[in-house]
């Protein structure tokens, strides 16, 4: 039987500090989302000036990221590529840049998705979050 990784608290807040961190250095008013491997919601940040909507995008970037273990930017390309009929999958949302996986010894144990400015600036600040656990 393996023994499985998850995010606790401390690590939650790590990245949240990190992410955050980054959004202000380059004044940027975004919304962050942390979720778990399954793409459950653990943290939601919305930063002063963040657009509402922005509050929405974040956990779909995030859930994304996770289900699908891979940057939400992979279905962004898939669509812009030709291939609509993505956007039939059922439960996915967030198919924008700005969703990256959280991954610890090859295994995806949650991901940040990132939303309030241009989307390869989300997936900046989701990776600079991600950087903090020293992966």
Same mark, same amino acid.
């Given at each position: 039987m =393996? &023994? =499985? @990784?998850?995010?606790?608290? /401390?690590?939650?807040k #790590?990245i949240?500090?990190? /992410?955050?961190?980054?959004?202000?250095?380059?004044? %940027?008013a975004v919304?962050?989302?942390?979720s778990?491997? /399954? *793409?459950?919601?653990? %943290?939601?940040? +919305?930063?002063? *000036? #963040?657009?509402?909507? @922005?509050?929405?995008?974040a !956990?779909?970037? /995030?859930? &994304?990221?996770?289900m699908?273990? +891979?940057?939400?930017?992979?279905y962004?390309?898939?669509i812009? $590529?030709? +291939?609509?009929?993505?956007?039939?999958?059922p439960?996915?949302? *967030?198919?924008?840049?700005? *969703?990256? !996986?959280?991954?610890?010894?090859?295994h995806?144990? $949650?991901?940040?998705g990132?939303? $309030?400015?241009?989307?390869?600036?989300? #997936?900046?600040?989701?990776?600079? $979050?991600i950087?903090?656990?020293?992966?």
């Amino acid at each position: 039987m =393996k &023994t =499985k @990784s998850f995010l606790e608290l /401390a690590d939650v807040k #790590a990245i949240a500090a990190a /992410a955050e961190a980054e959004a202000l250095k380059n004044n %940027w008013a975004v919304t962050i989302a942390i979720s778990d491997d /399954a *793409g459950n919601l653990l %943290w939601l940040q +919305r930063l002063d *000036g #963040a657009a509402a909507l @922005s509050s929405h995008i974040a !956990p779909a970037k /995030a859930h &994304t990221a996770a289900m699908g273990r +891979r940057e939400s930017k992979v279905y962004e390309d898939i669509i812009n $590529g030709g +291939r609509t009929a993505f956007l039939t999958a059922p439960l996915v949302e *967030g198919l924008l840049e700005g *969703g990256v !996986p959280i991954v610890k010894d090859g295994h995806v144990i $949650g991901a940040v998705g990132v939303s $309030g400015v241009k989307s390869n600036e989300d #997936a900046q600040i989701a990776k600079a $979050g991600i950087a903090a656990l020293g992966l």
